[in-house]
């Protein structure tokens, strides 16, 4: 899908190539369903066309807390466990 949006000219900083504000605006509709939890991290990294490595240095460049807890990490231990003792 393609959307087109029109910003004010006082709003686009000088110098920026419509690209550029292109990019940033993707970046930006990615990251906040992302921190909504509208999308996984995965979801965005394809979005963004970024490895999840890529994406998670973006999401920590742009001060977003990761939602993985202690309660997910130990969830997913306890599955590990399962895993690896059948």
């Known amino acids: 899908m393609e959307v087109t949006v029109s910003i004010p000219d006082g709003f686009i900083p000088p ?5 550029e504000l292109a990019r940033e ?3 930006a509709y990615a990251i906040e369903n992302y921190r909504q939890e509208k999308i996984s991290l995965g979801r965005l990294a394809e979005i963004l066309d970024l490895s999840i490595d890529q994406a998670n240095a973006l999401l920590k460049d742009r001060n977003v807390p990761n939602p993985y807890d202690k309660e997910d990490m130990e ?5 590990i466990e399962l895993l690896f003792n059948k």
């Open 75 to 79: 969830r997913d231990l306890q599955t």
């Open 15 to 19: 110098f920026r190539s419509e690209d």
């Open 25 to 27: 605006m993707l970046e």
